[in-house]
């Protein structure tokens, strides 16, 4: 599987997660259940470093300039942006030989 590829489906993940998390965190604020966050909040972590490293690895293969990495960096940080960038990158992919 090519790093971009991965990418993808780190970026499907990863918003995944952050929509759940969020969703946790609303049932926190209503009934004081903190298990949800507890759970989610670490895994959301690890799937959200591991998204960026796959950024940085993608950057110079893919010639993505510093604009396009912040905009491929921010959608991490916005809900539903995982899902727009993986729409993205299989719409930008090269075309295979």
């Avoid at 300039?65 to 991490?76: F, Q």
Wanted: net charge positive; hydrophobic share 55%; no cysteine.
């Amino acid at each position: 599987m090519s790093p971009r590829r991965a990418l993808g489906i780190v970026a499907i993940v990863e918003a995944t997660s952050f929509l759940a998390l969020l969703v946790a965190t609303y049932v926190k604020h209503q009934d004081g259940g903190e298990l949800g966050v507890q759970i989610l909040g670490p895994i959301h972590g690890l799937l959200f470093l591991g998204y960026v490293a796959l950024v940085l690895v993608v950057r110079p293969q893919a010639r993505w300039n510093v604009a396009t990495t912040v905009v491929v960096l921010v959608s991490a940080v916005v809900p539903f942006g995982g899902y727009g960038l993986e729409l993205w990158l299989r719409r930008t992919e090269p075309a295979q030989a």
